[in-house]
Nanobody
Framework: QVQLVESGGGLVQPGGSLRLSCAAS????????MGWYRQVPGKQRALVAA???????TYADSVKGRFTISRDNAKNTVYLQMNGLKPEDTAVYYC?????????WGQGTQVTVSS
């Protein structure tokens, strides 16, 4: 059974940094596409960043140059390093993957950027 467990969210001031972690079980992060999404109330969940099996990455325009997605195959964990945080980055962040045609989501972690 695939499980994704996010951690690392919290309250941070504008300009600050946070690193989110997504610990996976039941899948191998190194051979699956792993993504980070975020959602604010009243809006659809939106892709923030993804890392593909070959190691290439993609980012939403709004986070390019500020966020970095990476993975540690030995720990079977995916990370999202967020620098230069802005109030508009406030959201619940979710880890995502697909396996055998099914989409899997973590429980989400709240990120709040406020002074």
């Amino acid at each position: 059974q695939v499980q994704l467990v996010e951690s690392g969210g919290g309250l941070v001031q504008p300009g600050g940094s946070l690193r989110l972690s997504c610990a996976a079980s039941g899948i191998i992060v190194g051979i699956n596409t792993m993504g980070w999404y975020r959602q604010v109330p009243g809006k659809q969940r939106a892709l923030v960043a993804a890392i593909f099996p070959g190691g290439s990455t993609t980012y939403a325009d709004s986070v390019k140059g500020r966020f970095t997605i990476s993975r540690d195959n030995a720990k079977n964990t995916v990370y999202l390093q967020m620098n230069g945080l802005k109030p508009e980055d406030t959201a619940v962040y979710y880890c995502n993957t697909r396996s055998l045609g099914n989409a899997y989501w973590g429980q989400g972690t709240q990120v709040t950027v406020s002074s």
